[in-house]
């Protein structure tokens, strides 16, 4: 039988694409290893909290190296705050040290000492290493599990070794998994690692327990839908297009098995919360349908920092933010555009036709979604409904750069002048573009991170030159594309040490908040006027001020009696920050996720 019929995309020898020689390959792995070690005895993370010391009133904190961000308030304000949390309460299930006595379980992976620590690798670390270093550990442990794991996936989907990592490494250093990184790691990280055991290991009854372990691992790790429905859509697409010789009634069937295994145990750990979170307001009942992003955004994948000054959006999208305007792009897209050897594309594309076609429909079905008013009964028979187009781009930019990839390293590259004045002119053309969104306001368009392209380019030019490295030339424009991604996104989380979030002076917190008109209630709870997310409960202060992943309907209702069911219903019954205004009489929904208490109920006595 045809080999090449029975998988899309043959295996390649290494060499192809610049393969290391075995020693390489050891003393890189070696550097890995030492830096890891390293990073983590230095207690090093990529957190934003030192942003958090002038919240609470303590003397200012900057990062060793990068900037902190304010946009990254649900790892700075909430998911490290509830780590702290965790430890402060010796990883019980239960916050003893709240006004609420919420549960530790959530769907935000936190470290628990109960049955679902068995499929947290991740934490392990926090039973063994004081909690500053196990928190580095945590975000050693994704960033290696994020560059092995699609790494070892696109070795599965017969990239060579070098290629693989090449990629992975763009992957992992490109803006939306960077700006959404410090909250989101694991549904980034361990995305790859039950198609990985499904697709590599042959014996079946290993590969469906890893399988299942994986997949369970990976939903419980975070269980956010929009990404990993984002994830699965892109990863089917990739195995039907690529890996059909995979797909047969056996390895069918195991993956049925593997994820009935692992939906049983995300089931049964979150058993007690699933009902509620399903029947909250939000995101409960959170529907989405297509379309809403600019086509803009398209254009993003083609030319880096198109829409962004720095991370920032340019005047036109001031509406959004530094995360919701990013895109999982890189300079694959245009690489392939312009330096692809188009006499074997074409060669190529015929005997892979089924499998271009594939990949070309499943970015398609992606991209309606993400652009098109797609109705969202559509949505709800796609399971899309629970992807907020913005979300999408995940899937569509791990599709369109892994596409690109594989054309480069399949049909290889021509390094000539004219393509890489060609590149440089449509380098240029993107920056002149930027013009178009500024709204009069010209002096913010541009930075020195519009100039890392050229400068890669320049770079490219240079080694194309040496024989010894354009007999590589694939390996080198995929290595170009990664070096743009690290140097472009690489500090958009800083290096932040974690001893002195886990040594916060709560004395100090307290006195400050003292002075800026803070009280307690009658059961010795703090009311802080303002917003400070899970700030104080991290520190070990018992206050109303907080973030709540699930709702605490009996507390609230105690000091709200008069307000309707309805009312009551619509105003607590989600996720949500609580955030206390000095004057008012009624809470207020500010948006989907913030609620605003007046603090003269809470300071009153309760009813009971």
Same mark, same amino acid.
Request: net charge positive; charged share 10%.
């Given at each position: 039988?045809?080999?090449?019929?029975?998988?899309?995309?043959?295996?390649?020898?290494?060499?192809?694409?610049?393969?290391?020689?075995?020693?390489?390959?050891?003393?890189?792995?070696?550097?890995?290893?030492?830096?890891?070690?390293?990073?983590?005895?230095?207690?090093?993370?990529?957190?934003?909290?030192?942003?958090?010391?002038?919240?609470?009133?303590?003397?200012?904190?900057?990062?060793?190296?990068?900037?902190?961000?304010?946009?990254?308030?649900?790892?700075?304000?909430?998911?490290?705050?509830?780590?702290?949390?965790?430890?402060?309460?010796?990883?019980?299930?239960?916050?003893?040290?709240?006004?609420?006595?919420?549960?530790?379980?959530?769907?935000?992976?936190?470290?628990?000492?109960?049955?679902?620590?068995?499929?947290?690798?991740?934490?392990?670390?926090?039973?063994?290493?004081?909690?500053?270093?196990?928190?580095?550990?945590?975000?050693?442990?994704?960033?290696?599990?994020?560059?092995?794991?699609?790494?070892?996936?696109?070795?599965?989907?017969?990239?060579?070794?070098?290629?693989?990592?090449?990629?992975?490494?763009?992957?992992?250093?490109?803006?939306?998994?960077?700006?959404?990184?410090?909250?989101?790691?694991?549904?980034?990280?361990?995305?790859?690692?039950?198609?990985?055991?499904?697709?590599?290991?042959?014996?079946?009854?290993?590969?469906?327990?890893?399988?299942?372990?994986?997949?369970?691992?990976?939903?419980?790790?975070?269980?956010?839908?929009?990404?990993?429905?984002?994830?699965?859509?892109?990863?089917?697409?990739?195995?039907?297009?690529?890996?059909?010789?995979?797909?047969?009634?056996?390895?069918?069937?195991?993956?049925?098995?593997?994820?009935?295994?692992?939906?049983?145990?995300?089931?049964?750990?979150f058993h007690d919360i699933i009902p509620i979170v399903?029947?909250?307001?939000?995101?409960?009942?959170?529907?989405?349908?297509?379309?809403?992003?600019?086509?803009?955004?398209?254009?993003?994948?083609?030319?880096?920092?198109?829409?962004?000054?720095?991370?920032?959006?340019?005047?036109?999208?001031?509406?959004?933010?530094?995360?919701?305007?990013?895109?999982?792009?890189?300079?694959?897209?245009?690489?392939?555009?312009? &330096? $692809?050897?188009? !006499? *074997?594309?074409?060669?190529?594309?015929?005997?892979?036709? #089924?499998?271009? %076609?594939?990949? @070309? +429909?499943?970015?398609?079905?992606?991209?309606?979604?993400?652009?098109l008013p797609v109705p969202a009964v559509v949505g709800?028979?796609?399971?899309?409904?629970?992807?907020?187009?913005?979300?999408?781009?995940?899937?569509?930019?791990?599709?369109?750069?892994?596409?690109?990839?594989?054309?480069?390293?399949?049909?290889?590259?021509?390094?000539?002048?004219?393509?890489?004045?060609?590149?440089?002119?449509?380098?240029?053309?993107?920056?002149?573009?930027?013009?178009?969104?500024?709204?009069?306001?010209?002096?913010?368009?541009?930075?020195?991170?519009?100039?890392?392209?050229?400068?890669?380019?320049?770079? &490219? $030019?240079?080694? !194309? *030159?040496?024989?010894?490295?354009?007999?590589?030339?694939? #390996?080198?424009? %995929?290595?170009? @594309? +990664?070096?743009?991604?690290?140097?472009?996104?690489?500090?958009?989380?800083?290096?932040?040490?974690?001893?002195?979030?886990?040594?916060?002076?709560?004395?100090?917190?307290?006195?400050?908040?003292?002075?800026?008109?803070?009280?307690?209630?009658?059961?010795?709870?703090?009311?802080?006027?303002?917003?400070?997310?899970?700030?104080?409960?991290?520190?070990?202060?018992?206050?109303?001020?907080?973030?709540?992943?699930?709702?605490?309907?009996?507390?609230?209702?105690?000091?709200?009696?008069?307000?309707?069911?309805?009312?009551?219903?619509?105003?607590?019954?989600?996720?949500?920050?609580?955030?206390?205004?000095?004057?008012?009489?009624?809470?207020?929904?500010?948006?989907?996720?913030?609620?605003?208490?007046?603090?003269?109920?809470?300071?009153?006595?309760?009813?009971?």
């Amino acid at each position: 039988m045809n080999d090449n019929r029975r998988t899309p995309f043959p295996a390649q020898d290494p060499d192809q694409t610049g393969g290391l020689r075995p020693g390489q390959v050891r003393l890189l792995a070696g550097i890995m290893v030492l830096l890891c070690i390293l990073y983590v005895a230095l207690a090093l993370t990529p957190s934003s909290y030192s942003l958090a010391y002038e919240y609470l009133g303590l003397a200012p904190q900057q990062p060793l190296l990068g900037t902190a961000r304010y946009i990254r308030t649900d790892e700075w304000m909430v998911f490290t705050p509830y780590i702290q949390i965790a430890v402060n309460n010796d990883f019980g299930q239960v916050n003893a040290h709240s006004a609420y006595h919420e549960s530790l379980r959530t769907f935000q992976a936190l470290p628990l000492l109960d049955w679902g620590l068995l499929f947290k690798p991740y934490h392990w670390a926090f039973f063994v290493l004081p909690a500053a270093n196990a928190y580095s550990f945590f975000f050693m442990f994704m960033a290696m599990a994020f560059l092995s794991g699609w790494a070892l996936l696109l070795r599965q989907l017969r990239m060579p070794a070098l290629a693989a990592v090449l990629v992975s490494t763009t992957l992992f250093f490109a803006p939306f998994v960077q700006v959404w990184w410090t909250s989101n790691a694991g549904a980034f990280a361990l995305a790859p690692w039950a198609a990985v055991a499904w697709l590599g290991i042959g014996h079946r009854a290993l590969r469906i327990v890893a399988s299942a372990y994986a997949l369970a691992a990976w939903l419980i790790a975070v269980s956010y839908p929009p990404f990993i429905i984002s994830s699965v859509l892109a990863l089917a697409v990739l195995v039907l297009a690529v890996r059909r010789d995979a797909i047969t009634v056996v390895r069918l069937v195991d993956a049925a098995i593997a994820g009935a295994i692992a939906l049983a145990v995300f089931v049964g750990y979150f058993h007690d919360i699933i009902p509620i979170v399903r029947n909250t307001v939000y995101p409960g009942q959170r529907q989405s349908a297509g379309g809403g992003v600019g086509l803009t955004s398209l254009l993003a994948h083609l030319f880096p920092n198109l829409m962004t000054y720095r991370f920032a959006p340019l005047p036109l999208f001031k509406a959004s933010n530094d995360c919701e305007i990013a895109v999982l792009g890189s300079l694959l897209p245009l690489f392939t555009l312009v &330096l $692809a050897d188009g !006499a *074997r594309l074409r060669e190529w594309a015929k005997s892979h036709r #089924s499998s271009l %076609l594939i990949l @070309a +429909a499943g970015l398609l079905f992606i991209a309606c979604w993400i652009f098109l008013p797609v109705p969202a009964v559509v949505g709800k028979l796609t399971t899309l409904s629970m992807v907020p187009p913005a979300r999408a781009l995940l899937a569509f930019g791990l599709l369109l750069n892994i596409a690109c990839a594989m054309i480069l390293v399949h049909c290889g590259v021509r390094l000539q002048r004219w393509r890489l004045l060609l590149l440089a002119g449509l380098l240029m053309v993107g920056s002149l573009a930027k013009f178009l969104f500024g709204e009069g306001q010209f002096s913010r368009l541009h930075s020195t991170a519009d100039a890392i392209p050229y400068l890669c380019l320049a770079g &490219l $030019a240079v080694a !194309a *030159r040496r024989p010894k490295l354009s007999a590589h030339a694939a #390996s080198l424009v %995929l290595a170009t @594309a +990664a070096l743009a991604n690290l140097l472009g996104n690489g500090l958009f989380n800083p290096v932040q040490q974690a001893g002195p979030i886990f040594a916060m002076d709560r004395a100090a917190v307290l006195h400050s908040l003292q002075a800026r008109g803070s009280a307690t209630t009658t059961e010795g709870v703090l009311v802080a006027p303002g917003g400070f997310g899970g700030l104080l409960p991290g520190v070990g202060i018992p206050a109303v001020n907080h973030v709540l992943y699930l709702p605490q309907m009996d507390y609230f209702r105690r000091y709200f009696p008069s307000m309707s069911d309805d009312d009551f219903n619509f105003t607590f019954n989600r996720y949500h920050h609580i955030t206390v205004a000095p004057d008012g009489d009624a809470p207020r929904v500010l948006q989907g996720d913030l609620v605003e208490l007046p603090a003269k109920p809470l300071l009153a006595t309760p009813a009971r």
